[in-house]
């Protein structure tokens, strides 16, 4: 096994353990018809606890499964885990991520670093102890919108055409891919994920229950997300063995067949053409207790 996979097992095994004697619930999306919803964003960094200050001053909640630093935010977990990486996002086919808060000004006067930009009114960037980039949108963006493709309907994709209720919610996950791959990667989670395609502004999009996943095509693609800061991303799924089983029918291929642990909590790992790591969970969803 290697040492990501047995990282993978010890989070695994985390969770089979976590103590029934405090309450809280993961605050994940609603799966959309296929089962799938976001789930997680998966760091390697080499100071944890600088790293969990950082996404807590964002507006996350620190909790603990079993041994791992997890931060919860509505639609997606921060896992944090000690390790080395080849680098950020910034390199990488996952270019970055992005949440939508209510104010950037908000989190200046908190004392938080927010790079703004200036010919995009409402959009900024923090950034990670360790150089990683997050995106931000609050109320005065105006590039947040989605629209859906001719002839598709999804009511809960309509949530990024309003204000949001929370202070910070997850919003996209935006790949860089070799041009003219945008609209077959949009095709590929839509037919791997359910996902809704549509146009984010300007990029061509697939939504999500909790995330949108954004593709613009670049000279120069990312490099895959194995082996670096945010080494993968997590889809809970419902039902996830006969998801497998569906994706294999289809010929997906999986870095690591699906398995189950025996607290119940489940899971599996596969490529997407560009390089994006993906690990599928069941259980997330389902975590009844964790420490804070």
């Known amino acids: 096994m290697t040492q990501t996979g047995r990282v993978r097992w010890v989070v695994m095994a985390a969770v089979a353990l976590i103590s029934s004697s405090t309450a809280a619930q993961a605050q994940l999306s609603q799966p959309n018809a296929a089962g799938v919803a976001m789930g997680h964003l998966h760091y390697h960094v080499r100071d944890v606890d600088a790293n969990k200050r950082f996404w807590v001053a964002l507006g996350g909640v620190p909790v603990t499964i079993g041994t791992t630093d997890v931060i ?4 997606v977990f921060v896992v944090l885990t000690k390790g080395e990486s080849s680098g950020g996002t910034a390199g990488s086919v996952v270019n970055h991520v992005a949440f939508r808060v209510q104010s950037l ?50 009511p809960g994709a309509d949530r990024h055409n309003h204000p949001i209720t929370a202070p910070i919610i997850a ?14 990667a949009k095709e590929w989670y839509a037919k791997t994920f359910g ?16 995330i949108n996943m ?13 082996g670096r800061m945010l080494d993968h991303i997590g889809f ?12 294999e029918t289809a010929g997906v291929k999986f870095d690591e067949p699906y398995s189950k642990a ?15 790591s ?15």
């Open 195 to 210: 996902a809704v395609p549509g146009v984010r502004w300007r990029y061509p999009a697939a939504d999500l229950p909790g």
């Open 105 to 154: 000004a908000k989190l200046q006067a908190a004392g938080l670093n927010v790079q703004l930009l200036e010919q995009f009114p409402g959009v900024g960037s923090v950034t990670s102890p360790e150089g990683e980039r997050v995106e931000l949108f609050d109320a005065t963006a105006t590039n947040t919108m989605f629209t859906l493709d001719p002839g598709q309907t999804d």
């Open 236 to 247: 809970e799924v419902s039902n996830l063995q006969a998801f497998c089983r569906k994706l």
């Open 262 to 276: 025996p607290s119940g909590f489940a899971h599996a790992m596969l490529t997407d053409p560009w390089g994006t």
């Open 171 to 184: 919003y996209h996950i935006h790949l860089y891919l070799p041009e003219g791959s945008e609209a077959k």
């Open 214 to 226: 954004n593709f613009s095509g670049q000279p120069q693609p990312g490099v895959p997300t194995r």
């Open 278 to 292: 993906i690990e599928l969970t069941e259980g997330f969803n389902e975590t009844k207790n964790v420490k804070r």
């Open 72 to 75: 919860r935010f509505p639609d």
